[in-house]
C-alpha cells in the first residue's frame, strides 16, 4: 500500500533524472485526450502552434479531422494518464522531382515543459520520418518562438528566415537496423510505461475507494 500511496509522490520531473521520454504513437480512439491536451494551451500558445490566433472551434475542427491512416500523431503521457506533450508529422504531397517530406507540429502543456519532452517528440517523428522514406523533416513556426528555434537548432535544423516566419530543415539520411530497432524499442517501452501507469492508477483508486477520499465521507 505503501507503494501504490508513495507513487503519487513520485518526482514531478523524471525525465530531467535522464530517463528516456515514453513517446507512444496514438490512434483515432485517442481523439479526445487530443482534444483537451490542445485546449489546454492558452491564446500565446496556439498562436505559437499554430502560427495564428486559434479558438476553440478550430481546434476542434483541427482533431476532428486528423487522419490518423495518413499521418502520425505521437503523444507523451504524465503519471495520471494526462497528454501532456503531442507532436503531429503530417507527411506533405509527393511532387515529382522533389524530396518526400514531413511537417512536425509540436505541443509541450506548461507543466511538463523543459524536461525534454518536446526533444523526445522531435527525435521520435525524424526516426519515424527515416523509417517511413521521408528525406526532409520540416518545421514551419513563427521566427520569435524561441524555444521551437532552440529545440530545432539542438537537432541539427537548418534555419531560415523570412518575414516574420521560420523554417526549419532536417536532411534524414535513409533508415537502417538501427533508426528501425530505436523506434521498436521506444514504442515497446512507451506500451510498458503506459501499462504501468494505468494499474498504479486503477490501485491508488481502489485504495482511495477503501479509504475513503480524506473529507469524504462514505
Ligand atoms: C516548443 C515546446 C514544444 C518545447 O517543449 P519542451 O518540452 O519544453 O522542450 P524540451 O524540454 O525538450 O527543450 C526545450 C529547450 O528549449 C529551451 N528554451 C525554452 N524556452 C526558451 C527560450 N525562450 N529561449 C531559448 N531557449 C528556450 C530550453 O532551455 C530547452 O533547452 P535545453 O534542452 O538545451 O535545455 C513548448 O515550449 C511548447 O509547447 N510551446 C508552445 C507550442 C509551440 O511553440 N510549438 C512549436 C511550433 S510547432
Known amino acids: 500500500m505503501h507503494n501504490i500511496l508513495a507513487s503519487r509522490h513520485s518526482p514531478t520531473k523524471p525525465y530531467l533524472a535522464r530517463l528516456a521520454v515514453p513517446v507512444r504513437e496514438l490512434h483515432a480512439g485517442h481523439r479526445e485526450q487530443i ?36 499521418d502520425s500523431v505521437f503523444g507523451v503521457f504524465d503519471s495520471d494518464l494526462r497528454l501532456v506533450g503531442m507532436a503531429h508529422l503530417a507527411y506533405l504531397p509527393q511532387v515529382k522531382g522533389r524530396v518526400h517530406a514531413s511537417e512536425f507540429g509540436v505541443s509541450v502543456l506548461p507543466e511538463g515543459r523543459a524536461q525534454g519532452l518536446g526533444t523526445a517528440l522531435l527525435q ?7 523509417n517511413s522514406n521521408i528525406q526532409t ?63 498504479l492508477k486503477l490501485a491508488s483508486q481502489v485504495w482511495w475507494w477503501f479509504l475513503g477520499r480524506p473529507g469524504h465521507a462514505r
Not at 534524414?172 to 512507451?190: C, F, G, H, K, R
Open 124 to 130: 521520435r517523428s525524424a526516426v519515424h520520418s527515416r
Open 35 to 70: 482534444l483537451n491536451h490542445l485546449l489546454q494551451l492558452d491564446e500565446e500558445d496556439r498562436r505559437l502552434r499554430f502560427g495564428t490566433q486559434t479558438p476553440d472551434e478550430v481546434i476542434k475542427h483541427y482533431v476532428e479531422h486528423l487522419d490518423f491512416n495518413k
Open 137 to 199: 523533416l520540416y518545421v514551419h513556426c513563427l521566427a520569435n518562438n524561441k524555444a521551437m528555434m532552440h529545440l530545432a537548432q539542438k537537432a541539427g535544423m537548418k534555419v531560415e528566415y523570412a518575414y516574420g516566419d521560420a523554417d526549419a530543415y532536417l536532411t534524414l539520411p535513409p533508415a537502417n537496423p538501427s533508426t528501425i530497432v530505436e523506434e521498436a524499442a521506444n514504442e515497446q517501452w512507451a506500451g510498458f510505461d503506459y501499462a504501468v501507469k494505468e494499474n
